[in-house]
């Protein structure tokens, strides 16, 4: 493995997290869709890769998460399970794959472990997902738990807003969080809640918590990749910092190869093939520039 970090060559597990946490270190996770994006987050030293249902948002077109399906995980993780290496590679259980009965849920985290290569699934909600965990973490499957603002729940709650703000509410999201950790899953992502019960959660369990508008004190900071690299559309949510300008610098670049074609300066005689003096001698064509004789810019 090439490319590994010197100071972090080990790869990830979903046990070595909880060991993660104990030792005090804060770790990366990003979402990734496709094998450049997985290869170069990997390579990066991102400790996790999340095949998330973001996907539906940022690759697909969709408004939210609702219609993503399980197939459209499955085309996404095995390409990005082709370019991970050393992160911990998280596949999103897609709203509706763990709704209707827990041995569909099994069947279908079944799927993006064996097929997909997923080390651990993802799914959204608290207490009343603990058998539906249980079963899932007795059948040898990682789970990572999902409370706080879960997007699949948009059409119930009507807009996505922070969660857990009053006492009452803050205290429910304690109590998911404990009883996630009770379940067996393995860590817990805190979507979108007041940073002091992100920090009070993160110190009543001792699997790691992994925060996206969750604030500091989460163990484990994530964001969506194409949100963090400006290759999205849409106001950012407060919590995202924008790393770089994708869109721009797509944008930029596709005008000038357009006014290039447009302008005929590309493509230049250095990017294109010369033919061989003798076909061009039986043609009747003029004596070729031959590839050597022509300046490479
Ligand atoms: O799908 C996703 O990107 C996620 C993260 C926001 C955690 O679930």
Request: aromatic share 4%; net charge negative; proline share 5%.
């Amino acid at each position: 493995m090439p490319y590994l970090q010197p100071e972090r060559p080990e790869k990830v597990s979903a046990p070595s997290l909880r060991a993660s946490k104990k030792r005090g270190e804060r770790l990366v996770c990003l979402t990734a869709y496709d094998y450049p994006t997985a290869r170069l987050v990997d390579e990066a030293g991102i400790d996790i890769v999340l095949v998330g249902d973001s996907l539906g948002n940022v690759v697909l077109g969709y408004g939210n998460t609702v219609p993503v399906t399980l197939d459209e995980i499955m085309i996404h993780l095995k390409a990005v399970r082709r370019a991970v290496q050393r992160a911990l590679l998280v596949a999103d259980m897609p709203y509706g794959s763990f709704h209707t009965g827990a041995d569909d849920a099994v069947r279908n985290a079944l799927r993006l472990v064996k097929e997909g290569g997923a080390e651990a699934v993802k799914l959204e909600g608290g207490r009343k997902r603990l058998p539906l965990i249980k079963r899932l973490v007795d059948e040898e499957i990682a789970v990572m738990g999902h409370i706080g603002l879960t997007p699949q729940s948009i059409n119930k709650l009507g807009a996505y807003r922070v969660q857990g703000k009053t006492a009452a509410a803050a205290r429910e999201l304690l109590d998911d969080a404990l009883a996630l950790e009770e379940a067996g899953a393995f860590a817990i992502v805190l979507e979108v809640v007041p940073r002091e019960i992100a920090k009070l959660i993160t110190e009543s369990v001792s699997i790691p918590t992994i925060g996206i508008g969750a604030g500091v004190h989460c163990d484990i900071q994530v964001l969506v990749l194409h949100d963090m690299l400006g290759l999205s559309f849409g106001k950012l949510a407060r919590f995202v910092r924008p790393y770089a300008n994708l869109n721009q610098t797509i944008t930029d670049a596709v005008s000038r190869y357009a006014d290039d074609v447009r302008n005929g300066s590309y493509p230049s005689a250095a990017e294109s093939y010369a033919l061989p003096a003798e076909a061009a001698e039986e043609l009747n064509l003029p004596t070729p520039v031959k590839d050597s004789n022509i300046k490479q810019s």
